[in-house]
């Protein structure tokens, strides 16, 4: 898959590109996952080979949503990320389970929700500008 990234060198540093893909022509983000090509096991984030079979992965697009499967909401954070904040780990259709920020409203989550892959800034400067760029979650609509 060699899907164009939008980055911008003078914005934010866009990270994880090896997981997360932004198409340029406008189609919805997505992030990537690694199949076994001997057992079919789905990995995430990106491996050389298959920790159950020592057999080389494929690269394969993973879905858009899942499910919520924890979550907790963070009140002192990291520099560069204003807290309260909320994480959480997202049970995909491909039986992976990933971690990443929450876009939503702390008062909206609840457990099992389908939420869906996009693209938000997850860490500013010391002024405030947005500084790093990635995938995180929300709710879908």
Known sequence: MSEQILVDASGPTFF?????????DGEAPYLLGYKCEDCGKVWFPKLEICPECWTDLKQIRLSRTGKLYSYSIIHVGQRGIKAPYAVGYVDFPENVRIYAQLAIPHDQIKLGMDVEVVQGVVRMDKNGDPAMISYMFKAVE
């Open 16 to 24: 994880h590109p090896d997981l997360f893909v932004v198409p340029a």
